[in-house]
């Protein structure tokens, strides 16, 4: 369903215009009120009257995580902390964590853009919306209320955490949409099992999972797993949270990024280079309507593609393909450029062996190694040394194939790979240590 026909459906030229109205405003904003953005557009040598066209984006530099940290905690706020109504930081896993501030109009703005999410997601007024989403610094659960609240759902809102639970809540109140992250989704249909219930039984319907990378074969597994229509929603708290784009429920093929209130760009991340539609690259936006903290040029490190093609759902905003991954979490193994998602692409295919799985990289005399552990299922397990060797072997090879690096691939016992209840950690990069 379509939540706003005024805007999601704009055509491109009307859309355009509106995002250039919108861009010239922030600008001239955030270079009267944010030192950072005033020094850093003389620096290159650009005031906010050159700003004419969309294309003149491009003059602006690109604004980075690192510049979030030097400016912390509320360096970057466009406004009085007065006018701030909420924080949220992101978990650096090093050093301190990114601080994002909103006004009262940023929520208002939030929670219609999750409203707007849900229901591209298939999602309506009475649906019982299950939000396992981590409520706290992290953005997924306070954002997804909100939306939920705004759509007119009834949401229940769980957190992460305790499983079991969970499962009584979701059974006992009849959930209809489950919102976590991807992992979770598979732990929590696991879990269920263990207590007897067929999690396919349940009422749920659909399922909006994000926060973290994942692939298709994955979605395959859930939707099988869970009985329920897997979407993808993508966000990310120095921009917005959960509801910067999301799937629509017509043709689950890429992500709608609400082109009224962010321009996309798809950049060579070598070379800063932007990059024509189509082509794979680094996701860069800049926010146009948001007032705590605007985001000029935000370099998400995120890897996408750009798609401008209509789409059957009607909507007129461009649309992302699934992130491959993030270009910080791309491992490079003796000069092998690895995305964790092309392992799990192969492992997902492989009979015998679960989505659960580590990938854990040393240097020994200089060199790089990777294993791969990936949980078998049970019966499996059972099996003779013989069977699983040959499986292991089958999963080298075609490691091999798609990569061609040689890994370690050691089988491990089923569950024993640790859970998360949000954010997997798929990588352990032991290299980082030494
Ligand atoms: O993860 C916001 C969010 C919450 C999105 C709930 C979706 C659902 P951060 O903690 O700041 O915010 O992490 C943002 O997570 O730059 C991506 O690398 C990754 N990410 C988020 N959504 C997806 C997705 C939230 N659908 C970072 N696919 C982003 C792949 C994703 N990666």
């Given at each position: ?53 969309l294309d003149d984006l491009q003059r602006l530099p690109f604004t980075l995580k690192q510049d979030m940290r030097d ?364």
């Amino acid at each position: 369903m379509i939540w706003n026909d005024e805007f999601e459906t704009l055509p491109r030229e009307a859309l355009e215009a509106l995002q250039l109205k919108r861009l010239r405003q922030t600008i001239e904003r955030v270079y009267a009120t944010v030192p950072f953005y005033r020094e850093s557009f003389k620096k290159a040598g650009v005031t906010p009257d050159m700003i004419k066209t969309l294309d003149d984006l491009q003059r602006l530099p690109f604004t980075l995580k690192q510049d979030m940290r030097d400016n912390y905690p509320y360096g970057l706020f466009a406004v009085p902390l007065e006018q701030i109504v909420r924080i949220h930081a992101s978990s650096g896993t090093t050093g301190k964590p990114t601080v994002v501030g909103y006004t009262r109009r940023d929520i208002d703005m939030w929670a219609e853009l999750m409203a707007r999410s849900f229901a591209a997601a298939g999602a309506s007024r009475g649906d019982v919306i299950h939000n396992a989403y981590g409520y706290g610094l992290f953005t997924g659960g306070l954002g997804a209320h909100y939306g939920a609240e705004k759509l007119g759902a009834s949401v229940i809102p769980m957190s992460g955490g305790n499983t079991r639970k969970q499962i009584m809540i979701m059974q006992d109140f009849g959930s209809t949409v489950l919102t976590c992250t991807p992992s979770y989704s598979l732990y929590l249909a696991e879990a269920a099992a263990e207590e007897g219930i067929d999690i396919r039984e349940l009422k749920l319907r659909v399922g909006i999972f994000g926060a973290e990378p994942w692939t298709e074969e994955i979605r395959a597994e859930i939707e099988a797993k869970l009985n329920l229509k897997a979407i993808d929603i993508y966000g990310l708290s120095e921009i917005l949270g959960p509801g910067v784009g999301i799937e629509c429920y017509e043709a689950q093929k890429g992500l709608h990024i609400w082109e009224d209130h962010f321009i996309p760009e798809i950049i060579d991340p070598d070379t800063g280079e932007v990059l024509p539609a189509g082509e794979l690259g680094e996701l860069v936006i800049t926010t146009i309507t948001k007032e705590g903290i605007p985001m000029i040029r935000y370099r998400t490190r995120d890897i996408t593609r750009i798609n401008y093609e209509p789409c059957i759902c009607g909507r007129t905003h461009a649309r992302l393909q699934r992130m491959s991954g993030r270009s910080d979490d791309m491992l490079i193994i003796r000069g092998v450029n690895v995305f964790p998602s092309q392992i799990e692409s192969v492992l997902v295919n492989v009979e015998g062996v679960e989505p659960h799985y580590q990938l854990i990289v040393e240097r020994e005399e200089n060199l790089d190694t990777l294993e791969v552990q990936v949980e078998v299922n049970e019966a499996t397990f059972s099996d003779e040394v013989k069977v699983l060797q040959t499986l292991s072997n089958r999963i080298r090879h075609e490691i091999k194939d798609l990569l061609g690096i040689t890994c370690k691939v050691r089988l491990v016992e089923p569950k024993s790979i640790a859970r998360s209840e949000g954010k997997a950690k798929r990588v352990i990069d032991k290299r980082k240590e030494h």
